[in-house]
Nanobody, 128 residues
Framework: QVQLVESGGGSVQAGGSLKLSCAAS?????IGWLRQAPGKEREGVAV????????YYAVSVKGRVTIFQDHAKNTLYLQMDSLEPEDTATYYC????????????????????????WGPGTQVTVSS
């Protein structure tokens, strides 16, 4: 069983930065961040692949966000810079205990169906 709890959301002006944290318990084959804006479908942001040590990003955020883990603290982070109003969403930490990363993730195609466990989410609001 994997348990995930996010923190670090908040309100920021366009161009600003936020760092999200996800406290994780249990083994994860992959762990990542996804987001859902009001009226839109949930979409992938970034994924970390413990087996390979690789990380992959959605095209929409590549170059502006960094996903990384502190294994000693069992915590996943998402550093977000140059935030835009379009980044406003609820951000979720999600994980799979069985399936690792694949070629789709390498192409930035990170889908909600790839994950089995979810945190409650944390709100990020970017104002213009």
């Amino acid at each position: 069983q994997v348990q995930l709890v996010e923190s670090g959301g908040g309100s920021v002006q366009a161009g600003g930065s936020l760092k999200l944290s996800c406290a994780a318990s249990g083994y994860t084959a992959k762990i990542g961040w996804l987001r859902q804006a009001p009226g839109k479908e949930r979409e992938g942001v970034a994924v970390s692949c413990p087996r390979s040590g690789r990380t992959y990003y959605a095209v929409s955020v590549k170059g502006r966000v960094t996903i990384f883990q502190d294994h000693a603290k069992n915590t996943l982070y998402l550093q977000m810079d140059s935030l835009e109003p379009e980044d406003t969403a609820t951000y979720y930490c999600a994980a799979s205990a069985t399936a690792g990363c694949n070629l789709l993730h390498r192409a930035g195609d990170i889908r909600p169906a790839d994950f089995d466990y979810w945190g409650p989410g944390t709100q990020v609001t970017v104002s213009s």
